[in-house]
């Protein structure tokens, strides 16, 4: 006896069996009721959404012995020859298999011979995307204008590779994927009709393995149906499809909301016994953590979706929806790693890990002792190891070499530095330092005198890019008369002024005043550099220095004449 697929005997033979497509059901209907039946017709989907199969049903309300209607009767010469396949006026093309060009043409040879047995000669192309470019050119004249016996049914997964001009000759329709509420029903339906036990569960992780497809799921069921041996079992058909155990993964999530490293670990081991996909796992605590937030948000939802809440209510009152969010994240990571780790084992392992180690802190104190930080009251003071030991003073002297350098324009005054002398280190200059600093603002005139200050100010970023592109001009009492080069005009502004002044009197202990105005420093005839223009005619400098010593090396000249060659002066940089 032999045995028929589901997948084939479960085919819808009339529009009103078909699922999960009602708006183009209700399209297709209107047409053929009204006799407004456009000649080409392209239907784009994912797989076992139910492409072939509308067409196959419009191909044989087209060619029904009782008229041109959206209810064909199923019983004429057209309509059983379009079941079993053997209907001579469909002709149905895979275009995976016939691309190239000269099987086009000889297709389109018969386009203009009237149907043998029915109303209309129907061309089924499927998978039509996997056309040549030639194919298409030569299907194009034919398509916008057939003959009045011919209809055009295209299927394709990748409507995104068919040309526009192809696209713009014929109605689209989009197939969705189907829902899980609905395959499920389905299965549902399939089973009571064969006479077969099952779980409501096992049939929704099918629909779920399935991802939409009709096609896809009822071959699921069809292997379900062999493993579990006339009797259809949630366990049963997650060993099948190599998922992991509901135990599992709900044991796993509270593990880690408890972060509970060794049992987290003792659960993988037990999971590894079993031989599980761990990609498969990943998914499945994925799916959890969804459902959870989901209870969280609307438990109404979760009834809706047909989702077993036994387990999400006890998860969803442990934890707070920041903490999912995270380890939704965080596997979402994983599971893409998963590539890239040693072996599958040790990249489900890193994800749960890292689960555990960002988990924020709970305040219910849920956590493990070992992993807990230490309280402090609010009155205790958190006294570092550093301070915990008794302070012991250095007293360094100072090196003669190092007591001779130049001394820079910010320094103590004399009885203040007598008073430094073989103590502990100095405090920063600043406003919590028990000796002001005295900063002569006359020495800003002399030669780097402007560098210096600027080099020990503390200042950076774009208020020490605005000192470095200006000179000072005069001193006036507190006032500094500075002049800033144009070229550096955007960098100023008033509110960047004060912001130095006042870090002068802060830090400083500087109580001065800047005039700027704006001029072209540029130009030849300021005879005062800003430290920008000096330091880079230093570096010109030493470019030029080196150009220079390398040109006339006698070595790289014995090279310029044995070789014949050509010196690039850009390329010579200073060591």
């Known amino acids: 006896m032999s045995y028929l697929a589901l997948a084939r005997k479960w085919r819808p033979k009339i529009f009103s069996e078909v699922i999960g497509q009602a708006h183009?059901?209700?399209?297709?209907?209107?047409?053929?009721?009204?006799q407004r039946v456009h000649h080409a017709f392209l239907?784009?989907?994912?797989?076992?959404?139910?492409?072939?199969?509308?067409?196959?049903?419009?191909?044989?309300?087209?060619?029904?012995a009782t008229g041109v209607s959206a209810d064909p009767c199923g019983q004429c010469v057209a309509c059983n020859g379009v079941d079993q396949g053997n209907f001579v006026d469909l002709i149905e093309v895979d275009a995976a298999s016939r691309t190239k060009v000269d099987d086009t043409r000889e297709l389109l040879d018969n386009v203009q011979y009237t149907p043998t047995q029915g109303r209309y000669k129907i061309y089924l192309i499927d998978e039509v995307h996997m056309l040549s470019i030639h194919s298409f050119?030569?299907?194009?004249?034919t398509l916008e204008e057939p003959p009045e016996h011919v209809k055009f049914l295209l299927?394709?997964?990748?409507?995104?590779?068919?040309?526009?001009?192809?696209?713009?000759?014929?109605?689209?329709?989009?197939?969705?994927?189907?829902?899980?509420?609905?395959?499920?029903?389905?299965?549902?339906?399939?089973?009571?009709?064969?006479?077969?036990?099952y779980q409501s569960s096992a049939l929704m992780v099918l629909a779920r393995s399935a991802n939409g497809s009709v096609r896809d799921a009822l071959s699921l069921l069809d292997q379900a149906i062999a493993f579990s041996n006339g009797e259809i079992g949630s366990e049963q058909v997650r060993a099948m499809l190599g998922m992991v155990d509901d135990q599992f993964t709900v044991q796993l999530l509270t593990q880690i909301i408890r972060n509970q490293a060794d049992g987290v670990l003792e659960t993988i081991s037990q999971m590894a016994e079993r031989s599980v996909d761990y990609g498969s796992a990943v998914d499945e605590l994925l799916t959890l953590i969804h459902n959870v937030s989901l209870f969280q948000?609307?438990?109404?939802?979760?009834?809706?979706?047909?989702?077993?809440?036994?387990?999400?209510?006890?998860?969803?009152?442990?934890?707070?929806?920041?903490?999912?969010?995270?380890?939704?994240?965080?596997?979402i990571m994983g599971k893409r790693d998963f590539d890239f780790a040693p072996d599958p084992r040790s990249g489900f392992e890193m994800a749960l890990i890292r689960m555990l180690a960002f988990q924020p802190r709970?305040?219910?104190?849920?956590?493990?002792?070992?992993?807990?930080?230490?309280?402090?009251s609010p009155t205790e003071k958190i006294t570092s190891p550093k301070q915990e030991k008794p302070e012991q003073e250095s007293h360094v002297q100072e090196k003669p070499e190092q007591a001779n350098k130049a001394q820079p324009i910010i320094s103590n005054n004399a009885e203040a530095a007598k008073a430094d002398c073989g103590a502990a280190p100095r405090q920063q200059i600043g406003k919590s330092s028990t000796t002001p600093a005295i900063i002569d603002i006359q020495k800003f005139m002399q030669a780097d005198g402007w560098q210096s200050f600027i080099n020990s100010s503390g200042l950076g970023g774009i208020s020490k890019e605005i000192l470095m592109n200006m000179v000072p001009k005069s001193v006036d009492g507190k006032i500094v008369n500075l002049t800033l080069d144009s070229a550096s005009s955007r960098l100023f502004n008033n509110g960047r002024l004060q912001k130095i002044e006042q870090h002068c009197k802060d830090n400083l202990s500087l109580d001065i005043q800047f005039n700027?105005?704006?001029?072209?420093?540029?130009?030849?005839?300021?005879?005062?550099?800003?430290?920008?223009?000096?330091?880079?005619?230093?570096?010109?400098?030493?470019?030029?220095?080196?150009?220079?010593?390398?040109i006339h090396d006698a070595n790289v000249q014995e090279l310029v004449d044995l070789f014949d060659a050509e010196i690039v002066n850009q390329s010579i940089k200073p060591g």
């Open 297 to 331: 948000v609307s438990p109404q939802a979760v009834e809706w979706k047909g989702i077993d809440s036994a387990d999400l209510g006890g998860l969803a009152e442990s934890v707070d929806a920041e903490t999912l969010q995270l380890l939704y994240q965080i596997a």
């Open 43 to 64: 239907f784009a989907g994912t797989r076992g959404v139910g492409k072939t199969t509308l067409a196959r049903i419009f191909a044989k309300a087209l060619n029904c």
């Open 24 to 34: 183009v059901v209700s399209a297709l209907s209107n047409a053929l009721n009204n």
């Open 362 to 376: 709970r305040r219910d104190g849920a956590n493990d002792a070992s992993t807990a930080r230490p309280k402090v």
């Open 516 to 550: 700027v105005e704006i001029d072209d420093l540029s130009d030849a005839d300021h005879e005062i550099e800003t430290p920008t223009q000096q330091l880079t005619r230093q570096q010109k400098e030493k470019a030029s220095a080196a150009r220079q010593a390398f």
């Open 137 to 141: 050119n030569a299907l194009l004249k």
């Open 155 to 197: 299927a394709t997964t990748n409507p995104q590779k068919l040309p526009t001009t192809i696209l713009s000759r014929c109605i689209q329709f989009n197939l969705k994927s189907v829902d899980l509420g609905r395959l499920s029903a389905q299965l549902e339906k399939i089973l009571d009709a064969e006479k077969i036990k």
